[in-house]
């Protein structure tokens, strides 16, 4: 039983190491906040551009402002 017990919990721990291994050594770190917010209010005024082209009055006057 105790045998049971000690490879379960080296099994567990194995496990634990290699998930924080893949994650550490494989992951990009995040873009900070500044560059994200760019990103997305760049993305959102090229969708306001486009529905401007569209016809969109609302878009349009978003735009000049």
């Not at 893949?22 to 760019?38: I, K, R, Y």
């Not at 209010?41 to 969109?56: F, I, L, V």
């Amino acid at each position: 039983m105790n045998l049971r017990r000690t490879l379960v919990a080296l099994a567990l721990a194995v496990a634990a190491l290699g998930g924080w291994a893949v994650g550490h050594t494989t992951a990009e770190p995040a873009a900070p906040d500044a560059v994200q917010v760019e990103a997305f209010n760049n993305g959102w005024q090229d969708a306001m551009a486009d529905a401007c082209d569209q016809g969109s009055a609302y878009a349009c006057d978003w735009l000049s402002r």
